[in-house]
């Protein structure tokens, strides 16, 4: 069992920066694959990013690509997802889950947190 906890979510303006973080317990993180979904107000919760078991491996959506980096220290049990040149179009409750499978797709997660939101005002 893991239990994922977001946090760092906020109000920001458009062209600035937040991180959030993905804290685990329960369990070790590293042996789970980390992602990062969101869900807009009234659209479909989206793929945002994902980083492998050891963080060798990433990917990340065409709408985020140079933008957001997503990062794990396995020490702390906790991965990253910097935010940086927010649009408004990035309000959404973002979320972080873990999986066995190297996987963009929601219905692979094993796990998933609460979310935090993040506003991008214009």
């Known amino acids: 069992q893991v239990q994922l906890v977001e946090s760092g979510g906020g109000l920001v303006q458009a062209g600035g920066s937040l991180r959030l973080s993905c804290a685990a317990s329960?369990?070790?993180?590293?042996?789970?694959?980390i992602s990062w979904f969101r869900q807009a107000p009234g659209k479909e919760r989206e793929f945002v990013t994902i980083i492998s078991k050891i963080g060798g491996t990433t990917s990340y959506a065409d709408s985020v690509k140079g933008r957001f980096t997503i990062s794990r220290d396995n020490a702390k049990n906790t991965v990253y997802l910097q935010m940086n040149s927010l649009k408004p179009e990035d309000t959404a409750v973002y979320y972080c889950a873990a999986s066995r499978v190297y996987s963009p797709i929601g219905t692979d997660m094993d796990y998933w947190g609460k979310g935090t939101l993040v506003t991008v005002s214009s």
């Open positions: 329960g369990r070790t993180i590293s042996t789970s694959h």
